[in-house]
């Protein structure tokens, strides 16, 4: 018999601190995927961010640093000004990329710094027990919006795909979801094009995937599910929007 | 003829593998609690295994490996 | 050794760290340290290396983490309110145990402050400026030659012991233009090799980490506690300083940097009038040359700490001389820079009581 699924070698054999069903654990592992299938385990660099993937040095087989909250688009910098031919990724949620790290993502972005963002969108702050997220949606229940993220205090979410395809240095922005098999494998494709794109040094680029927190969302795995679709997905339209490769290519 | 085999042991029991089996042959073994205190899933009627993967592709923990 | 060339401190401190093998700078522009960056900006793209200003004094911290982690001899250099920024980013790369250089040329404070010379970041950079159990190497060069020289041992010590190295300076050294020589460039195969950096496992090896995120609390304390040994071991190997007339002096001026040159005269103008008096001037700032201050302790009557601060270093002399003898102050601060004959007068002044 042959093996049509198992364990990708770029992903380390232990246990995230992921909660169940959270779909942080799908994302992670399609990265790990994309590694092997474009054989850049060895040549890999990842960055870490704080939040609740804080832990991912340990889920990856290739090196990883670990930044502080916000800084990882500038720590992959620092890497990828030293060692241009490594592939240098990072792993980041919403909090850490859009609110306490957005001006890192935006001049990582005008710069066309030449590394791939996977960014983890899921409306709120898992790791410290769901507060609003700058994500979080008009309306949104959190621990700190406790009677709903109200327009008038805490004003609107931010789309950040839209708002960083706006610069010239964005070569590659694409939003995707991990609520069904086949937008997992839409992600999948999304996270190798964009390594590919870093790989023909064509500058930024970064993937949100749609993400869920069924803890701090309150729902059960298959609830959490439904609510990105339903609530998320009208908010954070799927969809290419920035494509320097595709654009170059014709 | 396709076989999945599950980690019982990584199972986190969110489930998420039994709602796109297209056989409907992925459960929950309620019979069972695992180390980390879940119910693990597993398979019923193996035969039925047609090895398209979805449960292992939607699985956030690595659980399921499938093979054909 | 090459022949001299006159040139201002801040581009000697550009100059020589392009000799030690750093060919990665990462920088916010600041009043009083600019031409560092400038000099670094012009010159680094000629000798394949890389200057990038960065979107703030936090992200440029940041990169720096990043290339270190990778590897690199990296700089970055600031004024004080940005090394008040990059703080959290020290704090990192102390706990991440990785080498590199800071230059800070200091400035009058608190908040925005002035641009004028200043020692008041003496706390800071010797008492822990960001959070946690962690140490700077701090050198303190009082003229262009020294902060060319202080540079490379800045790099080789930072990369020996894991661990950032800071040089601080003010805009009266980062200014003045001074004959100056450089050591011969390293070249890129003669600097250390780093197992532990992230550059691609090549599938070769296991992976490296960069990381200060320990949630265990003994295996934190344990890694806490090896820092802790290193941090000894510099106490012991790693403390610079000059003497100057302090053999049968009476009273011993403690002074650093710029304040030390001054002081210096003050000496000599004291000794014209046949009044013993001596100077000790600490290189490091930490390690804190605490033993020989304590040692003239024996034999001087009094020590007068000079600083352009309210007040900091002295307390380590104090602690230095452990109560062996008295201990007095003199300092301006705000930019105020102490005069020549001020110092003498101060001297004058303890020595009569």
Redesign the interface.
Known sequence: ???????PHA?SDV??N?????????IT?LVAEVLDELGMEGKAVGVAPVGCSVMAYNFYECDMQEAAHGRAPAVATGIKRVHPENLVFTYQGDGDLAAIGTAETVHAAARSENITIIFVNNAIYGMTGGQMAPTSLVGQVTQTTPYGRKVEDQGYPIRMSEMLSTLEGSAYIERVAVD??PN??KAKAAIKKAFQCQLDKKGFSLVEVLSTC?TNWGK???EA?DWLRENMMPQYPLGVYCDKLSKEGE | ???VTFRAD?C?????CT??CPKKIVIMDTETINEKG?HPATVIEMEKCI?C??C???????V????? | MEKKVLMKGNEALAEAAMRSGCRHFFGYPITPQTELAAYMAKQMPKRGGTFLQAESEVAAINMVYGAAGAGARVMTSSSSPGISLKQEGISYIAGADLPCVIINIVRGGPGLGGIQPAQSDYFQATKGGGHGDYRLLVYAPSSVQEMADLVGVAFDKADTYRMPAMIMGDGMLGQMMEPVSFKEPIAPEDLPQKEWATCGTGMKRKKNIINSLYLTPDELEELNDARLKRYETILKDEVLFEEYQTEDAELIFVAYGTIARIVMSSVNTLREQGIKAGLIRPITLWPFPSEIINQRADSAKMFLTVEMSQGQMVEDVRLAVNGKKPVYFYGRNGGMVPEQEAIVEEAKKYLQK
Do not use: N, Q, Y
């Open positions: 018999m042959e093996t049509v699924f198992d364990r992903l246990v995230t992921f909660c169940p069903g959270c779909t942080h654990g799908i592992r069904s098999v997992i494998r069924p059960s795995p298959e599910l | 003829m396709a076989r990584r986190k029991g969110c489930g998420l709602t796109v879940f090895g993967a979805m292992a592709t939607i699985c956030p923990d690595c399921i490996k499938v093979e054909r």
